[in-house]
């Protein structure tokens, strides 16, 4: 059964149109991953800016490859799932994604009530939940190949809007309607979009330094016991200038900055 939602693709637009006037607007009902489709459309050369929203993801891709797929409830999506394409050229891609993080809690928690914080490197979590995530993906167009400083960029994310079940998942859920009770995955998406897209520009323009004291208030993982993918314990002293992870261990302080690494607090903030 198609599900039927006001989208508002021509709000979408008019939203988008003073930052990017030249960024397409799509919405589909179905797709294996918003991430993977615009990864594809970027090597094959097809750069135009885009905004991809996908009412349900069959094949979706969280980081380190872990797969996510969209929840649904009977009637209504639970989920909003969405990825923006574009071109860009920071001088340094250094906390890409907790930049991205920063303007997704901004705009759904400005004044920070429902405490929705930051898990490095690419986490939205409530009180140890998750709410959501997000992937930063790169490619090399062969277009670009003679501008080494330009790379299509893919930011996908992922909000659970509505309720959802815990069964099978790694960490326990959080959802928007907890605090936004009349949210639904289209409000939710014109809430975030243009103040999206302004924050990436930014970050174009600026780098993480213009994020770093914004993410420091929301960081989930500040002064807590954490361990490391390798195993490694020690305790969260915050993250530096270029949006690295401060982990003070027994053999002094160490700097995490490899999307390989996973973090996983130990216990409460003390």
Do not use: Y
Request: aromatic fraction near 6%; include cysteine.
């Amino acid at each position: 059964m198609a599900l039927s939602h006001a989208w508002n693709p021509d709000q979408l637009a008019a939203a988008t149109a003073p930052l990017r006037p030249d960024m397409a607007i799509e919405v589909v009902e179905q797709i294996d991953s918003s991430n993977t489709e615009l990864m594809r459309r970027g090597r094959a050369g097809q750069l135009a800016p885009v905004l991809l929203v996908a009412e349900r993801q069959t094949a979706g891709r969280g980081r380190l490859g872990r797969p996510w797929q969209s929840a649904q409830m009977a009637e209504e999506p639970a989920s909003l799932t969405f990825s923006i394409g574009l071109p860009l050229a920071p001088r340094d891609w250094s906390g890409l994604s907790l930049a991205v993080g920063v303007s997704v809690a901004e705009s759904l928690d400005p004044q920070r009530a429902a405490r929705l914080a930051l898990k490095w490197p690419n986490d939205l979590w409530i009180d140890d939940r998750k709410l959501g995530g997000i992937l930063i993906e790169t490619a090399l167009p062969q277009a670009t190949i003679g501008d080494a400083a330009s790379r299509w960029l893919v930011i996908g994310i992922g909000l659970n809007v509505g309720p959802r079940d815990a069964t099978g998942l790694s960490t326990a859920p959080a959802w928007a309607q907890q605090w936004l009770p009349d949210a639904t995955p289209p409000t939710v998406l014109q809430t975030l979009v243009a103040p999206l897209l302004r924050d990436v520009l930014a970050f174009e323009a600026q780098g993480f330094a213009l994020f770093a004291e914004r993410f420091a208030v929301r960081d989930a993982l500040q002064g807590r016991e954490v361990q490391l993918s390798d195993g490694t314990v020690g305790r969260c002293e915050g993250v530096g200038w270029g949006g690295e992870l401060r982990v003070h261990t027994e053999n002094g302080m160490q700097s995490i900055s490899s999307s390989e690494v996973s973090v996983r607090p130990r216990g409460p903030v003390v």
